[in-house]
């Protein structure tokens, strides 16, 4: 092997590790907040990128209409469970949110959709898109077992990902898509080339990691989510709602995975079904950082990113042998460094 | 007298045990109320579903309104604070941004007043506010538990064992805070094993055993009772005063 080649790979690695860092990030998140240990991630990065590849083709997304559908029967919901105490504002706060707020996203993909439509619209609109949907999917799935062990909530989990996963097969169809980069810019350094989407890929990754950690540093939501995530009793007994948590723990989860799956878009071809893959190695780097480090997996996300560069260029075939092996190594590490511990019984 | 906190014939249970069996208790605006009883009378399991985290049969108000489906998170919202038996923490947090978050659910400017108010009843906590809340002394986590549910200014506070585990000098220094907290507005339910200290400062009193108030009335005639005195405080009829 030359240098060019190692360089190549390692740039290569980098730009899909970032992407596999956000991904983990947003997995630790969700997991130290709600204990849901997030496998429909990967449909929020497919969800994403299709839409905003379907849109930037002028065509409406089915998405949109799943946004409104899954609100209809968040609102049922919140209606039925209410039942008891039917306050005006409350019900008022909940049509505003599962109905009015889809209803605008439906109405303004139609309005907006063209093939002429600028790229900064689109992006807008997929990231409108699976935020609803994520919101959604937690009131339908997670709010009501909020209480429940993590292997219930794990096993809705996956249930949410297969049923997600076939939506994404009736929206998007089997084939795949491609959309438009950000930017077309590129150029090279010594015998690297830089394209424009790369460098976006690093711009947002970093631009994220810097947002999220002054979002839990400094803001009072922020700490009131890292605050759920150190002790749920504690939170609830000063008036921070578990649901509030949750819903902004999966809002931030969504956004991030649909902007990952934006910026890769452009660089592959994704089908419906290539989210989960993409999601599973974040997961593995998330992993790696036992599910509670944000740094460790950032880095473990690198790792992953360079470990597949490698792997597909020496044995394309064991490309995801190679990638899912790594975890196995961690996991008997993992399991002879940490104590037997009981699951908290909340 | 305006009962602040009503709960009558409550009845709670773990399942097939009943913990608490037909208590009723009142607390007034501006009193404290204490529980007093032996380890595992029903005290604290009593205060947790005051709060929310059990759920109880029978009726609970607060300030005249019935809060029995309330969540905890409503209860906060309504004016009820309490600090459990394991103050439940914001361990990996500092101090600061513990009682920031007392106040998650008063508006900004109030959180201001908040900070004061709890800076000026346990400067030590001032002095620390820098540091993890897991690293704080026992007294000092005990201090910020109480500090954390003063934030939010709540009508009602309910301490769980407040004095467990803490040194005589700073038990001293707890029980001297919450006797202050009744002069500036807030009622307090006090459930504690010492019960000598909790007397001291308690209004009214009852006694629990086995999930049931065997006793009540004046803190002053409770600390008279032969049988208190000679099963809480300690020591034998003639030392009673």
């Known amino acids: ?346 | 007298m305006s009962a602040l906190l009503e709960i009558s014939d409550v009845h709670i249970s773990y399942g097939k045990v009943e913990a608490v069996r037909g208590v009723s208790l009142a607390v007034a605006d501006n009193e404290i109320v204490a529980i007093i009883g032996a380890n595992g009378a029903g005290k604290s399991t009593l205060l947790n579903a005051a709060m929310g985290i059990l759920p109880l049969k029978g009726h609970i108000a607060f300030a005249s309104e019935n809060i029995a489906r309330l969540q905890i998170e409503d209860r906060v919202a309504l004016g009820i604070s309490l600090v459990p038996e394991r103050r439940e923490l914001f361990a990996t947090m500092n101090v600061e941004d513990n009682l920031q978050l007392g106040a998650f659910r008063i508006p900004r400017a109030a959180a201001a007043q908040s900070f004061e108010r709890v800076y000026a009843l346990f400067p030590r906590l001032k002095e620390r506010r820098k540091q993890l809340a897991g690293t704080l002394s026992g007294g000092e986590q005990q201090m910020l538990a109480m500090g954390r549910a003063l934030m939010g200014a709540p009508r009602l506070l309910m301490l769980d064992e407040p004095s467990l585990g803490l040194a005589p000098i700073i038990v001293a220094d707890i029980f001297r805070t919450i006797a202050e907290l009744r002069a500036s507005g807030v009622s307090v339910l006090l459930v504690e094993q010492n019960a000598q200290a909790a007397l001291k400062i308690a209004g009214r009193a009852y006694v629990m055993e086995l999930g049931e108030f065997v006793l009540s009335g004046p803190a002053a005639e409770i600390a008279a009772n032969d049988r208190v005195a000679a099963s809480y405080l300690g020591f034998q009829s003639e030392g009673a005063t």
Request: aromatic share 10%; proline share 3%; hydrophobic share 60%.
């Open chain 1, 1 to 346: 092997m030359n240098t060019t080649i190692m360089l190549f790979l390692i740039q290569d690695g980098i730009t899909n590790g970032a992407i596999y860092a956000l991904l983990g990030l947003a997995l630790v998140l969700v997991f130290a907040v709600t204990r849901v240990i997030l496998i429909p991630q990967g449909e929020f990065v497919t969800f994403g990128a299709l839409s905003y590849a379907m849109l930037c083709t002028g065509t409406v997304p089915g998405t949109v209409w799943l946004a409104l559908a899954m609100g209809a029967v968040a609102f049922v919901l919140d209606l039925f469970t209410a039942r008891r105490a039917l306050h005006l504002n409350r019900i008022g706060r909940s049509f505003a949110l599962n109905l009015v707020f889809p209803a605008a996203i439906v109405a303004a993909t139609y309005l907006l959709a063209g093939p002429k439509t600028p790229i900064a619209v689109n992006i807008v609109l997929a990231l409108l898109t699976v935020a609803a949907i994520a919101l959604y999917l937690y009131r339908l799935a997670f709010q009501p077992l909020a209480h429940t062990s993590v292997l219930v909530l794990l096993i809705a989990s996956v249930g949410c990902h297969l049923a997600l996963q076939g939506l994404g097969l009736v929206f998007f169809g089997a084939e795949g898509l491609r959309g438009p980069p950000i930017s077309t810019a590129a150029f090279t350094v010594g015998t690297l080339r830089f394209t424009g989407q790369s460098i976006a890929v690093y711009a947002v990754t970093i631009a994220f990691i810097i947002a999220l950690w002054l979002f839990f540093g400094t803001t009072l939501m922020g700490k009131a989510l890292r605050a759920t995530a150190v002790n749920r009793l504690g939170a609830r007994l000063v008036g921070i709602r578990t649901t509030l948590s949750g819903q902004i723990a999966f809002l931030l989860a969504s956004v991030i995975g649909a902007i990952s799956g934006i910026l890769i878009v452009p660089i592959t071809t994704l089908y419906y079904d290539t989210g989960f893959l993409i999601g599973l190695k974040g997961f593995i780097a998330a992993i790696i950082g036992g599910l509670v480090s944000y740094p460790l997996t950032a880095v473990a996300a690198l790792v992953v990113g360079c470990v597949e560069a490698f792997s597909s260029f020496y044995a394309s075939n064991f490309k995801e042998v190679i990638v899912f092996t790594l975890i196995i190594p961690v996991l008997v590490l993992r399991s002879l460094a940490a104590p037997a511990v009981e699951e908290e019984g909340d």
